[in-house]
C-alpha cells in the first residue's frame, strides 16, 4: 500500500527557512513524476514543485524559483522541499504527491500526503 507522511511544517518568520520532508513507501518513483503542492486558504491547490523522472527536469513554479529547493533522496525514498527566503504568500498547507502521469497537475497525482501547514508570518 502506498504511503506518503509529511514533517516539516511550522511558524516561521519572514525571511526564514523550513525544510518539508516527505517519506514514502509502498512503491518506487523512478518513472513517474513526484511532486509538491500548496493550497492557501481560498485558494486553489497549485504546483509548486515536481521532478519529472521521465524527461529528466525539475520544474519551479515562477514564485518560488531562487528560494525553493526540491530534492530526493533515493537510498531512503523520501523527497525534500528547502525554503529559503519564506515570504508571507507562501503561507499555506503543502502536499507531496507521487506517481504523476503529468508533472504540473493535481488530477495526475493518484497518492497524497495528508499536508502540512507552513505559516509565515511576524
Known amino acids: 500500500q502506498v504511503q506518503l507522511v509529511e514533517s516539516g511544517g511550522g511558524l516561521v518568520q519572514p525571511g526564514g527557512s523550513l525544510r518539508l520532508a516527505c517519506a514514502a513507501s509502498?512503491?518506487?518513483?523512478?518513472?513517474?513524476?513526484i511532486a509538491w503542492f500548496r493550497q492557501a486558504p481560498g485558494k486553489e491547490r497549485e504546483a509548486v514543485s515536481c521532478i519529472s523522472n521521465s524527461a529528466g527536469s525539475t520544474y519551479y513554479a515562477n514564485s518560488v524559483k531562487g528560494r525553493f529547493t526540491m530534492s530526493r533522496d533515493n537510498a531512503d525514498n523520501t523527497m525534500y522541499l528547502q525554503m529559503n527566503n519564506l515570504k508571507p504568500e507562501d503561507t499555506g498547507v503543502y502536499y507531496c504527491?507521487?506517481?504523476?502521469?503529468?508533472?504540473?497537475?493535481?488530477?495526475?497525482?493518484?497518492?497524497w500526503g495528508q499536508g502540512t501547514q507552513v505559516t509565515v508570518s511576524s
Open positions: 509502498g512503491f518506487s518513483s523512478d518513472y513517474y513524476a
Open positions: 504527491a507521487a506517481e504523476g502521469l503529468g508533472c504540473l497537475s493535481p488530477a495526475e497525482y493518484p497518492y
